[in-house]
């Protein structure tokens, strides 16, 4: 399954929305996913109670904050 990605600007696979987030899910995915499945139904059963606070609860990640992770990230990896 694919979707239109509105913070990659293109067409993303349902897999990827699933493990963006270091493996967990985007932020976006219940918002993106609810009127093609019961998304939270299989959120709840492929990943703990625990995980989807962690992915979901609390503030978004400003945009910044997001390119200085990835940025972070990348530098590590060299």
Excluded: H
Excluded at 6 to 19: D, H, I, K, R
Excluded at 46 to 71: D, V
Aim: proline residues 5%; aromatic residues 8%.
């Amino acid at each position: 399954m694919e979707i239109y990605c509105t913070q990659l600007g293109m067409v993303a696979e349902f897999p990827y929305c699933l493990s963006v987030n270091e493996g967990k899910p985007c932020r976006n995915t219940i918002g993106c996913w609810r009127e093609r499945m019961d998304i939270m139904k299989f959120l709840k059963s492929a990943f703990t109670e625990e995980a989807l606070i962690r992915c979901f609860g609390g503030p978004p990640k400003t945009r910044m904050e997001r390119i200085m992770e990835s940025l972070s990230s990348a530098v590590k990896e060299d």
